[in-house]
């Protein structure tokens, strides 16, 4: 029944192969070409600099201030995500009421566009309309502010020391109803009789998290930490529009994908800025790899 | 699970508060900015949380027509359409391909396609903007569909691959002995069974497409072909829209409207599709 098949083989995979090399694959390639390369013009070719962009990158203090950032996030979305979206999951596995209804509201902001989300969480830190500013003056929490050492409750966005952490609240906000339902799959998973006899046996709600739930829920949580914090290292269309295309108070909120674009896009060093993507792209692969090697594969099973 | 039945009290208690907590967080800023759409500048200024005296419909005309919302859809649509049709037939012809016919190659060509999920996008940005200057593409909408299709290849063909080998092949044994090519079988037997599988990607698709910022943002600079994300970010980032707070607002929802319609209609479908490319490692 197979004769022939190269007559529907070739012309089926053709196309899409044809787009992916021209698209995807040549521009991947083409850039570890142009990472070493001097390329300052639309109308100039690329020169050949051999390791002239890296060793620059390792002087720019720039270039360190945007991978810092980006270190920032790495530490703190994952561990606060999933941390919340493992509480979450928990307690709605645990016959929480309406929770059809809570996976549905939680999950939403994961579709939402994240020029929308950013625009309208800008508003939500307004220091003269917003919400946020409004809350904590409606509850008279100034002077916790002020112990925390501000003068008064900061302008968020405008602040070097708390706008990273208003963006990065932003991502956590938006992804934990995803993790959620990635971490209620695999709860599913769990039986029901594990629970009973640890319920028999007099355990807690906190000790059945930490004892049946969080072990055999491991790998997910291990996949799941990776994807977060590839996240961490991808930020950009966020970062852009909350700081309205800028870095943010004294460059406090750049990354590498917005410090690249900059030097591409803004000042056309071509080269250089590819440079700092492959940098992007080793870190993160290296991040990856490494978490995934240092941290501990579960060997618990059901039986 | 009745466990809460034996235990009743705190626990319950605390559970639900918080849950209905976080699902406040998740609402409020949402219903938030939709009241806050249908207000007058001086009522979002002078007293951000009260309800709109009267609903000021005029704000979503201002921003359809005077804002060019209007316009970032249409373009958005123009792009999307087409690009979401190629990529799910384009994806579910290789898909097929692979999925049934054994050749030398089969799995190299699979593995091809899915190590376009390893790399950042960052990374093509450059070379892609300096490729469709060369063929002339650059800052047109047939560019941009291009792409589009190009960089949505890889999840959609590793998700239609698993899809299709879930498919029985005795049907397409049976169609082949009554007569039918090849071609019959895939557009006449196949197409048709893997239809929730299509229905996923083209939603899936939906979400990125509509949502994609980076990639319009570097190759379209002509501000009449704005897509709508970026559109709303021009918008945003534009002082001159600073003053109009009522009639960004009415952008935000406008662009909020499509996504969350298709959401209501699959989210289920949404939250599988999702999460099984958070899995696919």
Not at chain 2, 170 to 186: C, K, M, T
Request: glycine share 6%; hydrophobic share 55%; proline share 5%.
């Amino acid at each position: 029944m197979y004769r022939h098949k190269y007559r529907l083989i070739i012309p089926f995979l053709f196309p899409a192969l044809a787009l992916y090399i021209t698209f995807v694959v040549y521009p991947y390639g083409r850039s570890m070409y142009v990472a070493f390369t001097k390329w300052r013009g639309l109308t100039v070719a690329p020169k050949f600099a051999g390791l002239a962009n890296f060793s620059r990158m390792i002087g720019d203090k720039y270039f360190w201030n945007a991978l810092g950032n980006n270190i920032t996030y790495l530490i703190f979305i994952p561990l606060c995500t999933i941390a919340l979206s493992l509480f979450l999951a928990f307690m709605l596995s645990q016959g929480a009421r309406f929770s059809q209804v809570y996976r549905v509201i939680f999950f939403f902001p994961q579709v939402m566009s994240v020029i929308s989300i950013g625009v309208l969480w800008s508003y939500v830190y307004h220091p003269t309309i917003g919400m946020l500013t409004s809350i904590l003056k409606f509850f008279r929490l100034e002077p916790l502010f002020q112990l925390l050492g501000f003068e008064s409750i900061p302008v968020w966005m405008g602040d070097p020391k708390t706008a990273l952490y208003c963006i990065g609240a932003v991502v956590i906000w938006q992804s934990a109803g995803f993790y959620m339902v990635l971490f209620l799959a695999a709860m599913q998973g769990i039986p029901d009789s594990y629970y009973e006899a640890a319920s028999l046996d007099g355990a807690s709600r906190w000790k059945m998290f930490w004892k049946i739930t969080l072990p055999l829920l491991w790998d997910s949580v291990r996949v799941a930490s990776v994807y977060s914090g590839m996240a961490a290292f991808n930020m950009f269309a966020l970062t852009r529009v909350m700081t309205n295309a800028q870095q943010g108070p004294n460059r406090s909120t750049d990354v590498l994908a917005t410090y690249l674009y900059e030097k591409a896009f803004q000042s056309s060093r071509f080269g250089y800025a590819t440079a700092i993507a492959v940098s992007l792209f080793l870190i993160t692969l290296t991040f990856s790899m490494v978490f995934l090697h240092l941290t501990p594969r579960e060997k618990l099973e059901y039986s | 699970m009745n466990i809460q039945k034996q235990r009743p009290g705190f626990w319950t208690i605390v559970s639900n508060g918080l849950l209905a907590l976080w699902a406040l967080i998740v609402m409020f800023p949402m219903v938030w900015v939709i009241y806050s759409a249908l207000k007058t500048d001086q009522e979002i200024f002078f007293s951000p949380w009260s309800l709109p005296a009267s609903p000021q419909w005029n704000n979503f005309v201002r921003a359809w027509s005077d804002a060019h919302i209007g316009k970032f859809f249409l373009n958005t649509m123009i792009v999307i359409i087409p690009a979401i049709f190629f990529t799910v037939m384009l994806s579910a012809m290789v898909s097929y391909v692979l999925a049934r016919f054994p050749f030398p190659g089969n799995k190299l060509v699979l593995y091809f396609f899915m190590s376009g999920m390893l790399f950042p996008v960052f990374l093509a940005l450059v070379p892609l903007f300096f490729l469709l200057n060369t063929l002339r593409m650059y800052g047109t909408f047939q560019g941009l569909v291009m792409v589009y299709i190009a960089f949505s290849l890889p999840f959609t063909v590793f998700f239609l691959t698993g899809f299709f080998r879930t498919i029985p092949s005795a049907l397409h044994e049976a169609a082949i002995i009554d007569g039918a090519n090849q071609y019959q079988v895939f557009y006449m037997i196949m197409l048709p069974l893997a239809k929730a599988g299509l229905l996923s990607m083209g939603i899936f698709n939906f979400l990125g497409q509509w949502n994609q910022y980076i990639l319009p943002l570097v190759l379209l600079t002509d501000s009449k072909k704005y897509v709508i994300s970026q559109g709303l970010a021009f918008l945003a980032l534009e002082q001159k829209y600073q003053n109009d707070w009522s009639g960004l607002f009415a952008a935000i929802v406008i662009v909020m409207i499509p996504t969350l319609l298709i959401y209501i209609l699959f989210q289920s479908q949404i939250q599988k599709g999702l999460t099984a490319g958070a899995l696919k490692g």
